[in-house]
């Protein structure tokens, strides 16, 4: 007994590895975007370099997960680590950023395979008292990730290399990949069935559209051009293609009879609201100690700590009382210290102490610190294991998602928020079209020291207060999706976790 309990920490800790370093990904990859570019060229390019990698993992996610349930967790877990660390090393090699967003791309393949699978095992492998705790130790490494990337990225661009950035994925993959083949035995049977080809060749098509959309609208092209019209049009026409496919599928790819499991529904839901607003916490708190507070990039980095301590927390306390009491309770903490902290985010200006940004900063994180091991867990109720892959995949799919759309339409309002703000505020002056040419996309440029002091303090001064103002207010809108969020909390029902009762 003892060696299978030492087995399984090893199993744990190898997927513990594993998403960590498949979560922290794009955030440390986008500490180091600006070294990347100046090395590589092609600043017109790079937004191919995050682009592609979400593209692949989001299509890949549903798709996997799946397979994982028809064919085995672990052959399909394996093969997303082994990609990923290829497309690391080559990543780390790349001589243009042409190559480096077809590498990010491979790595994106491997990372859609990852995250989902590995919840999945561990309710594979724990009985259900044991659950709530694992899942919230793996919980806690996905929150953590969110901060630890831009910290980890700052270090190794400034101390290191910019390659380093990917390669040091290829030694904690390989401890990883080594504990899951040498200790990881399965012991399910899976039943093998009909791939369904047109469901997943219909659903990557329906994601790369929308993904190319969000990601090129507003930058590369207008929302109102052909390009992204184009783009929204086969997003709309492959995803109802999807739908009608997998409703005529015997054994598709999303069974979508799991959404008339209310638990389930509730669950996707509200991984797509809580993706969709804690993102941006991570873009534009740092954005405002650097620019606002006048904080170097490192401490605009290092202020996050708080709030990964809170989610690291949050997701602890979550998986210890999943077995307590039910989901909806717990999600009722969730929300009312996420609503709390998010509306106090929402009321800060220049002058707030920065000891306030950090209590604010753990009430968030504490908050959302419970859906990374409540959601999933959540997901899979009384699912059989035949199921478990596909119910998960879609809780990580909703999540990435609803983080790329949040990033997209919250980015959009504070960047035309600031640039109206600046407007205003120098409407009248000489040079206020000037002024008004900075936006948010680059506050770096704007607000290092170097570049303040040459700022005469009356401008740097209206500035700092635009660039507070879109912020907070960006905060604010925020709690629109969140407010959604707690209504649908309403709606999980009485369910929890049930363990069975040992025999005296």
């Not at 092609?42 to 994982?68: C, E, H, N, Q, R």
């Not at 306030?356 to 091991?373: A, D, E, P």
């Not at 607000?447 to 500035?463: M, T, Y």
Request: avoid cysteine; proline fraction near 3%.
């Amino acid at each position: 007994m003892i060696k299978k309990d030492n087995n399984l920490k090893l199993v744990v800790t190898g997927l513990l590895l594993a998403i960590l370093m498949s979560a922290m990904d794009n955030t440390i990859v986008a500490t180091a975007m600006g070294t990347i570019v100046s090395d590589l060229g092609g600043f017109d390019k790079f937004i191919w370099v995050t682009s592609a990698y979400m593209v692949a993992v989001m299509a890949g996610m549903p798709i996997f997960g799946k397979l994982s349930d028809m064919y085995g967790r672990k052959r399909f877990f394996l093969f997303g680590l082994v990609v990923f660390l290829i497309g690391s090393a080559l990543s780390g090699l790349a001589q243009s950023i042409e190559q480096l967003s077809i590498y990010r791309a491979i790595q994106g393949i491997g990372g859609g395979a990852l995250m989902p699978i590995a919840f999945t095992i561990v309710f594979d492998i724990f009985p259900p008292e044991q659950r709530g705790k694992m899942t919230g130790l793996l919980g806690a490494v996905f929150g953590a990730s969110s901060v630890l990337g831009p910290l980890l990225g700052a270090y190794i661009t400034d101390y290191i290399s910019w390659h380093w950035v990917f390669y040091v994925n290829v030694p904690i993959g390989i401890v990883s990949l080594f504990l899951i083949v040498r200790f990881y035995h399965e012991s399910l049977q899976h039943s093998k069935q009909k791939i369904d080809w047109l469901g997943a060749v219909t659903l990557v098509i329906s994601v790369v559209s929308l993904m190319f959309a969000l990601e090129l609208g507003g930058k590369q092209y207008k929302w109102d051009s052909v390009q992204i019209i184009s783009l929204f049009a086969s997003f709309a026409i492959f995803f109802i293609a999807f739908f009608i496919t997998e409703l005529k599928a015997k054994e598709p790819i999303l069974p979508l009879w799991l959404f008339k499991k209310r638990l389930f529904a509730t669950s996707q839901i509200l991984a797509f609201l809580y993706g969709a607003t804690f993102i941006i916490l991570t873009v534009f708190i740092p954005i405002f100690v650097q620019a606002v507070y006048g904080g170097s990039a490192k401490n605009a980095g290092l202020i996050l700590t708080p709030m990964m301590l809170g989610s690291v927390a949050g997701s602890s306390v979550g998986g210890i009382f999943l077995t307590k009491t039910s989901y909806r309770n717990l999600m009722f903490i969730s929300i009312v210290s996420y609503v709390a902290g998010m509306f106090f985010l929402g009321t800060m200006t220049p002058d707030t102490a920065r000891y306030l940004l950090t209590i604010y900063m753990i009430l968030v994180g504490f908050g959302v610190g419970f859906s990374f091991s409540l959601l999933p867990t959540a997901s899979i109720h009384n699912l059989e294991p035949q199921y478990r892959g596909s119910a998960n995949s879609t809780n990580s799919f909703l999540r990435s998602f609803g983080m790329t759309l949040g990033v997209s339409v919250y980015g959009s309002i504070q960047n035309n928020l600031f640039t109206d703000k600046v407007k205003e505020a120098f409407k009248g002056m000489q040079g206020a079209g000037g002024s008004s040419s900075f936006t948010m996309s680059d506050p770096r440029q704007l607000f290092e020291a170097s570049q303040r002091s040459k700022i005469p303090g009356f401008i740097l001064d209206k500035i700092v207060q635009a660039m507070s103002d879109s912020i907070t207010h960006t905060f604010l809108l925020t709690l629109i999706p969140i407010a959604f969020a707690a209504i649908t909390i309403f709606f999980m029902g009485k369910a929890r976790v049930e363990v069975a009762k040992k025999s005296v």
